[in-house]
């Protein structure tokens, strides 16, 4: 069940990455850093999430 929904998690936020970048190169936007933080953004949140899943699975195993 885990894997799954991992999998699905980061499927959407590929689906996110790839609109927003589509999204500026319909619009012909230039590459201000608001764009480039904005696709940075789309890649990192899923990693944060990760890492606190890791994080409290690691933590609950000492614990237990």
């Known amino acids: 069940m885990t894997t799954t929904a991992l ?12 609109i927003t970048l589509i999204e500026g190169a319909l619009r012909n936007l230039p590459w ?9 953004l789309t890649t990192a949140w899923p990693f944060l999430i990760l890492a606190v899943a890791f994080a409290s699975r690691r933590n609950g195993k000492k614990t237990a």
């Open 7 to 18: 999998i699905l998690y980061l499927l959407i936020a590929k689906i996110f990455f790839v």
């Open 32 to 40: 201000t850093a608001a764009r480039f933080s904005g696709l940075l």
